[in-house]
């Protein structure tokens, strides 16, 4: 896998107690890990105490994941392993790459709510148009309706416009191009 998702936990306690584990974990990459407890056990090695000062968690830092809607203090990393372990973004770069898209246009909560009701089908509904504008997305379902015009006629046509229009129902611009989300 390419694409990678690390976090570094922390613990309130440590946090506060301004202790040598106040700046959290080692970064943990989460495709290394098959479940919750295997996290946890690599936690103890590192010298947490899940179970007295370090039982309140946090993630502290994470890359691979851009949602700047989310306040990541509170967000338990377990539930976010969970929700990633669960939609497949942790096994399937392609996965992953959806939902870095769909996170520019929504939040991670939306993201969460969708694997609760799909599992790792959470993304039928989702596609994506890599390298499209509004001019290539309007050409793109312009031509999927079969519409027949003149060929020297389409030059009269605002594709982007009406690109634009349908993004306004069911579509968003995103760092590398076009996400239709019709869930």
Same mark, same amino acid.
């Given at each position: 896998m390419t694409n990678q998702i690390n976090i570094v936990?922390?613990?309130w306690g440590s946090y506060n107690a301004c202790n040598e584990k106040s700046l959290g974990s080692e970064w943990l990459n @989460?495709?290394?890990f098959e479940t919750w407890e295997e996290i946890e056990q690599e936690l103890k090695k590192q010298g947490f105490d899940l179970k007295g000062i370090d039982e309140e968690l946090f993630i502290q830092?994470? $890359?691979g994941i851009n949602d700047e809607s989310?306040?990541?203090d509170f967000t338990h990393p377990k539930k976010l392993f969970e929700t990633l372990k669960e939609s497949g973004v942790l096994d399937d770069d392609y996965? @992953? $790459?959806v939902m870095q898209a769909y996170l520019e246009c929504r939040s991670l909560s939306d993201f969460e709510e969708l694997v609760e009701q799909n599992g790792s089908n959470w993304n039928d509904d989702i596609y994506l148009y890599k390298g499209y504008d509004w001019?290539? %997305?309007g050409k793109e379902n312009y031509d999927a309706c079969g519409y027949k015009v003149p060929e020297q006629l389409e030059q009269f046509?605002? %594709?982007e416009a009406y690109g634009k229009y349908l993004g306004d129902y069911y579509a968003h611009e995103y760092? $590398?191009?076009i996400i239709e989300i019709c869930a």
């Open positions: 936990i922390g613990s @989460l495709s290394d830092d994470i $890359e989310n306040n990541w996965q @992953l $790459e001019y290539d %997305f046509i605002d %594709f760092s $590398e191009g």
